[in-house]
């Protein structure tokens, strides 16, 4: 992306509004009715996942940002944030996944790339708007994007036998949460004052790849 940054800037409407459409489809389709169906508190972490967003966007808006008066990082912290939390949760998923069956545990993870590619793309693009240089988005990018899933799976690994569903539907549900914050009141209000032309076609796509991975993902049912 630090390549083809003109393609990125020109786009960066365009992949907002597609994360936005998987994010928040996933989050309400799947992984929210399987959250519950887990751990009957799930609503509550799912509340204090929003919130929590809510309150760390608030944070750097009023601290960081005021502290950088140039610079808005809260457009690029808080889907950061929110992104590296829901893949590290990712990583823990297909920790659990993997060690049920190796077939199923490589479907999972090449359906859920296909969103793991517009986050990365996005939150670089959006890090890079907030005021940040290259060289630190790129590192952050790569971090909350790519390396949360492996370090998910490399942490969970020995206490597999341990991760029962309740506590796996808590943290789906905290994530969730997260992610509706980010798609909702931060990816869709900034595409919308972009005004491209295929913004809705964007956030359709989104939508229909959100109804694919659903079709791949072993939240839940394989946890079980």
């Known amino acids: 992306m630090r390549r083809f940054e003109a393609w990125g800037n020109a786009n960066t409407t365009y ?13 309400f389709l799947h992984i929210i009715p399987e959250s519950i ?10 509340l204090g996942g929003y919130m929590f967003m809510y309150f760390f966007n608030r944070f750097v808006a009023a601290y960081v ?8 990082y ?4 808080t889907p950061m944030f929110g992104i590296a939390f829901h893949s590290f949760v990712d990583g823990i998923v297909y920790s659990i996944t993997f060690n049920a069956s190796v077939f199923t545990g490589v479907l999972a993870s090449s359906g859920m790339i296909l969103h793991e590619f517009s986050e990365g793309v996005v939150t670089y693009m959006l890090l890079i708007r907030s005021g940040m240089s290259k ?8 971090f909350a994007a790519a390396i949360t899933t492996p370090l998910g799976m490399l942490s969970s690994y020995p206490f597999i036998s341990s991760i029962n569903d309740i506590v ?10 997260m992610l509706i914050y980010v798609g909702a009141t931060h990816l869709l209000p900034h595409a919308e004052r972009e005004h491209k032309k295929y913004s809705v076609a964007a956030l359709a796509a989104g939508i229909i790849i959100a109804i694919i ?11 079980h």
């Open 15 to 27: 992949f907002s509004c597609f994360s936005a459409g998987i994010l928040i489809s996933v989050s």
């Open 37 to 46: 169906e887990m751990s009957h508190e799930a609503p509550f972490y799912l």
């Open 65 to 72: 940002c005021h502290k950088h008066s140039k610079s808005n």
């Open 74 to 77: 809260a457009i690029g912290l």
């Open 135 to 142: 060289r630190t988005a790129t590192i952050l990018a790569f």
């Open 168 to 177: 796996l539907g808590d943290m789906l549900a905290l994530s969730a949460g």
């Open 213 to 223: 991975i659903m079709n791949f993902s072993p939240h839940g049912g394989h946890a």
